[in-house]
């Protein structure tokens, strides 16, 4: 089901997508008060399955926490959410984004006497940089725009106002010629792109920047670190001076959105041999070998949905190609 069609749960009930409509007066909408999440549910042999969903919804109850919103759902409630609303999309594979926001009530900046109201959507979603970009890799630069500085926006939340800097971010690469821009932190130091981590692989040693470089501590950079260091490599949290991008061996991006995409050049300047490097494509065989269900799941990451009698009960790891 592409973007725009099926059904959309909001505060508890599915609309129709051309319904799922809030007031113009909403809190979220002038003070860009929400959080959100964005996971992917996987189609494999063995049946579908949501990626390391638990985490998601964590993440998303603490964001809500950091903005003083409290969630109208529990971990589990919101994971019921989430899995009805696939099941009645009627989707094997899909991403999805459930959203917490500050709805209709007063206009000050003031948020408190605003509702706090809830809606999940789920989608079919390909490749987010384009279909050739983790094959073959994609072209960045490094943004003029800096990721905000401790204090002021709280980079640990993903809220819907921070994305007011990644979209800074990204329109100014697209309109450069670019896939995707790589901030640094007020320090100048590397932190992420406008949607997603980074690695870089130099003589066998993986690193990414730490926590405190202003960066959304992602899922998929939590799992790629876990598997790399399961492969037996090298893996350093560390601040990394911009410079430190153009002399990698290897560079890629992480995501939910770009799952394991190779940095190709950073500012035109070619990243190792300008294609995905044998770390990276490493990494990604073992990410998707997990994700479709290839391989036992031994970090107990994929949540399997009963769509259908066929598929229940079915161990992961049992058969089955990569169908993405
Ligand atoms: C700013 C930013 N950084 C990093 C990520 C990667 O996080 P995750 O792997 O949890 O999707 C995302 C995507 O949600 C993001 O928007």
Not at 208 to 216: K, N
Not at 223 to 250: H, K, N
Request: with cysteine; hydrophobic share 40%; glycine share 10%.
């Amino acid at each position: 089901m592409a973007f725009g069609t099926g059904k959309i749960w909001m505060n508890g009930s599915f609309v129709e997508w051309a319904d799922a409509r809030i007031h113009i007066g909403s809190h979220v909408i002038h003070y860009g008060t929400g959080v959100f999440e964005g996971a992917r549910c996987y189609r494999t042999q063995n049946g579908s399955a949501c990626f390391r969903l638990d985490d998601h919804v964590v993440r998303l109850i603490n964001s809500a926490k950091i903005y003083r919103m409290d969630s109208p759902l529990d971990r589990e409630g919101w994971v019921r959410a989430i899995e009805s609303t696939i099941r009645e999309n009627n989707l094997k594979a899909c991403y999805i984004r459930p959203i917490m926001y500050r709805g209709y009530s007063a206009l000050g900046v003031n948020p408190l006497p605003c509702p706090v109201d809830i809606a999940v959507m789920v989608w079919e979603w390909g490749a987010y940089l384009g279909p050739e970009a983790q094959d073959k890799g994609v072209d960045v630069r490094i943004s003029s725009w800096n990721r905000m500085a401790p204090n002021t926006f709280p980079a640990m939340a993903k809220s819907t106002a921070n994305y007011a800097n990644a979209a800074l971010i990204k329109m100014e690469a697209v309109l450069d010629g670019y896939s995707e821009g790589i901030a640094l932190d007020v320090n100048g130091f590397v932190s992420e792109g406008s949607g997603q981590n980074l690695f870089i692989v130099r003589n066998g040693v993986i690193s990414t920047p730490p926590v405190s470089a202003s960066i959304l501590p992602g899922i998929t950079r939590d799992s790629v670190m876990t598997i790399a260091r399961g492969l037996g490599f090298d893996v350093r949290e560390e601040l990394m001076p911009r410079e430190m991008l153009y002399l990698a061996d290897e560079a890629f991006f992480v995501g939910t959105a770009v799952e394991i995409t190779p940095i190709r050049s950073v500012d035109k300047i070619v990243i190792g041999a300008g294609q995905r490097g044998p770390v990276t494509a490493a990494l990604h065989r073992a990410f998707f070998e997990i994700v479709s269900g290839e391989v036992p799941d031994t970090h107990n990451w994929l949540k399997w949905l009963d769509l259908d009698e066929s598929t229940r009960n079915q161990p992961a790891g049992t058969a089955g190609a990569n169908v993405r």
